[in-house]
């Protein structure tokens, strides 16, 4: 007697944590640069690498830093550096060979002038989710026995596959009268269209590019822009069901000449394909064997079960008051936005997300000197999603600022939140792995007559008595798998 293996190919979640990392050092300055103030500090995080180990996962990530400052002689300069850094996030479970889902949260990131230093603080949270995704050997059967029962369940899914990366290289003239010196830029994307041509994805969305100017008068100015890409990228699939995602790689803008009033930018995007496909898993639950004596060993499992992925895109407008002790607006130059999501959830066909935009205003008084602050605005958005109240969702929030004016104790600011998520469920379940010899349970003997109980399977009954299915149907041939609670069973035992 051996078991009769099947393998199948299912989600399945080990556990999930979240930490906190403090990135702290000091970030040298540019050569024959010092630092009275930091106007705006903007931040990214980027995961270079991660590993499995026995209960840990190990994380290596960078953190990259932009520094808007007023310098010594009094003129706004700017600069970016990167501070790699190291975390180890526990998760009862782990193991080499497992994958995991790593997101980050900028919660905090700020910087202090130190001598020829800026002392950079910030905290990241780290939130992983460590999956299995090799095939799960489970019990199909037992050879040599003859009566073996075993009750099925079929779980459906979406899986989504990676089918295609690749770059677009973005290279645009945009207008900017007076414009001498890029001080700062920034840049975000999202996809507006995905569609098959041929063997490749075509894949069309916009870039926005928010830039912090000076002309040769030294006055600062916002400029945004939308600029529309397209690019070809070659898939393995011809499925129509294809979803892609856009990051920025790298952003850089220069003026042309303060004569010709235009800026060129050049930029880089990541680009990655994805193809969502529908599938089913058969998984065993349950076993038993009138002739062979045995008890079921199963597995406890929770496995992920994914939705479909959604996007949106939504503009709000704000206005900010400017804290009480500082000088009243002459004019607003910059604004920088961050956002952090406080909470997800699933209605009827929408995901809801509440959030918190850590919004940095840098202005100019009557007088002609800088000042920058904070305010810390709440957020509510709407997406539309294939989901219900039962349903789980992520969602990973990128913003997109401008100044859009105000003078005395109000800024006025506009922005754009990017939404990208998922929608999924959990379930846990238990999967028959094998079996364990036990002592033959007592048979009933003679005629039974059975009354069913509503939702009571065929494969309950024949275990509860002992016997095969096939004989259940032999002398009650008009039973269904699924009982009403209106049937009686005749057995002759």
Not at 23 to 33: I, M, W
Not at 324 to 340: C, D, H, L, Q, W
Request: hydrophobic share 40%; net charge negative; charged share 20%.
């Amino acid at each position: 007697m051996e078991l009769i293996w099947n393998d199948i190919s299912l989600e399945r979640v080990i556990g999930a944590a979240t930490a906190q990392a403090l990135v702290e050092g000091n970030v040298p300055l540019p050569e024959a640069k010092s630092v009275k103030s930091i106007l705006d500090t903007q931040a990214e995080v980027r995961i270079t690498s991660y590993e499995v180990g026995e209960g840990v996962v190990g994380v290596e990530a960078s953190l990259r830093v932009a520094f808007i400052c007023m310098g010594g002689d009094d003129r706004v300069f700017s600069f970016t550096s990167s501070a790699p850094f190291k975390h180890t996030i526990s998760i009862d479970g782990a193991k080499a060979g497992q994958t995991a889902e790593i997101t980050t949260v900028i919660q905090s990131v700020s910087g202090m002038p130190s001598g020829d230093f800026v002392a950079l603080t910030s905290t990241v949270e780290l939130s992983c989710r460590l999956e299995d995704l090799s095939p799960m050997r489970v019990m199909a059967g037992l050879s040599g026995v003859s009566d073996v029962e075993v009750k099925t369940e079929q779980v459906k899914y979406m899986t989504r596959r990676a089918v295609g990366s690749g770059s677009c290289r973005i290279r645009e003239e945009i207008g900017a009268s007076g414009v001498n010196t890029v001080m700062a830029s920034t840049g975000e994307a999202s996809v507006r269209e995905v569609h098959i041509e041929g063997a490749n994805a075509c894949v069309s969305g916009v870039l926005t590019v928010s830039a912090l100017c000076m002309d040769s008068s030294d006055r600062l100015t916002q400029t945004v822009q939308h600029v529309t890409f397209e690019e070809l990228i070659p898939v393995d699939t011809a499925s129509a069901a294809l979803s892609a995602r856009a990051s920025v790689d790298t952003v850089v803008m220069r003026p042309v000449g303060e004569e010709f009033g235009l800026i060129t930018l050049e930029a880089i995007l990541d680009i990655s394909v994805f193809e969502t496909v529908e599938r089913a898993a058969t998984v065993p639950t349950d076993s038993f064997s009138p002739m062979l004596a045995y008890d079921p060993l199963a597995a406890r499992t929770r496995l992920m079960l994914r939705g479909e992925s959604f996007s949106a895109k939504q503009s709000i407008r704000e206005n900010i008051d400017v804290p009480e002790g500082m000088p009243e607006i002459y004019r607003t130059v910059y604004s920088s936005a961050r956002p952090m999501t406080t909470s997800v959830s699933c209605g009827s066909g929408r995901v809801d997300i509440d959030g918190i935009l850590f919004t940095h205003i840098i202005y100019q008084s009557e007088g002609g000197a800088m000042y920058s602050f904070t305010e810390d605005i709440p957020f509510f958005v709407q997406a539309d999603a294939a989901c219900d109240s039962m349903t789980e969702a992520e969602a990973s929030l990128r913003c997109v600022c401008s100044a859009s004016g105000g003078t005395g104790r109000s800024a006025e600011i506009s922005y754009t939140l990017l939404i990208d998520g998922t929608t999924f469920s959990y379930r846990d379940i238990d999967i028959v792995t094998g079996i364990a010899e036990c002592e033959q349970r007592e048979s009933v003997k003679g005629i039974v007559v059975y009354y069913a109980d509503k939702g009571e399977t065929l494969y309950d009954i024949a275990k509860r008595f002992n016997v095969t299915t096939h004989s259940l149907r032999m002398s009650n041939p008009s039973l269904a798998d699924i009982m009403n609670g209106t049937e009686r069973l005749v057995m002759m035992l």
